[in-house]
Structures are given as C-alpha cells and as structure tokens.
C-alpha cells in the first residue's frame, strides 16, 4: 500500500512540476545582472511597481508574476532598479499609483487611468500584449531594459 502512495505521490510531483514552466532559459541556468531603468514618470513621489514575468502562460494574470518590486522615486523622473534574473525569457510590467491607493485603477472599461508601461515599450491599443510582444533575453550580465512610462 505505501508502495502504491508513493508512486501517485511521484506522479503527481512530476505533473505539477511540468505546469507553468519559465520561458526558454538559456546559457544552463544561471543568473546575471539586469537594470531596468523607467523615465518620465508621472510622479517624483507616487509609488512604481514592477512586474517580472518569466512564464508566458502567466503573464499579466493576477498573481502570475515570478516577483516584484516596488520603486519610491525620491524626487526623480526616472528609477534605475538593478535585479539579478535568471537567464532566459522576461517580461516586465510596470505601474505607478498616482493617488498611492496600492491597486492600479481603471475606468468602467477596464482600462488603466493610472500610468502603465510594459518592457520593450510595447503600447497596447485594444487588448493586453503578449508576452512574446514584451519578452526580452537575459543570458549575460550588463543588460539595460529601458521603459517609458505611458500615462
């Protein structure tokens, strides 16, 4: 009987293991350096939030982030946030909450009324990008990801 449990135990580790894989990695695994620079602000107070993707599946889906950052901006018009990733496929989406309510609000449409920006400054038109849209390459240090805010 323990036998048995512990085969459907495997079975089902090894299924869940394979739902919402990262984007193709490249170099092995690995990690390198990465700063995202976000300019014109709308702000030099309200809170930035930055969203970093890295499974295509789960891109822009409530809580499908790989992890995120919040950025006070001190002041500036622009942040510069250094991360390390791990190498592959990212995408990042950011936000700024203007009325500092921590929730990014739209109007009856669904669409933003707050400042939004996605990586490779994608700007959408009438539905949310893909992430193959906003996906850059991570596999070496050194990188600059540079988004313009969209107010």
């Known amino acids: 009987m323990k036998k048995v449990q512990l085969v459907l135990v495997a079975a089902a580790g090894s299924l869940l293991c394979t739902q919402g894989l990262p984007a193709r990695?490249?170099?092995g695994g690995g990690t390198s350096s990465v700063t995202v620079v976000v300019s014109d602000l709308?702000?030099?107070k309200a809170t930035v939030k930055l969203y970093f993707y890295?499974?295509?599946d789960k891109f822009?889906?409530?809580g499908g982030y790989?992890?995120?950052?919040v950025v006070k901006p001190g002041g500036q018009n622009q942040i510069q946030l250094p991360v390390d990733l791990p190498n592959g496929e990212w995408a990042v989406a950011i936000t700024q909450d203007t009325n500092n309510n921590d929730?990014?609000?739209?109007n009856f449409l669904g669409i933003p009324t707050e400042p939004y920006a996605f990586s490779n400054n994608i700007r959408p038109t009438l539905s949310a990008p893909d992430f193959n849209e906003c996906k850059f390459m991570v596999n070496g240090s050194?990188?600059?990801?540079?988004i313009v805010?969209?107010?």
């Open 149 to 151: 805010l969209k107010k």
């Open 60 to 62: 822009l889906q409530h």
């Open 142 to 146: 050194g990188k600059v990801v540079s």
């Open 54 to 56: 890295n499974v295509r």
């Open 42 to 44: 709308v702000s030099t």
């Open 25 to 27: 990695a490249e170099n």
């Open 103 to 106: 929730k990014l609000d739209k």
């Open 66 to 69: 790989a992890f995120m950052r």
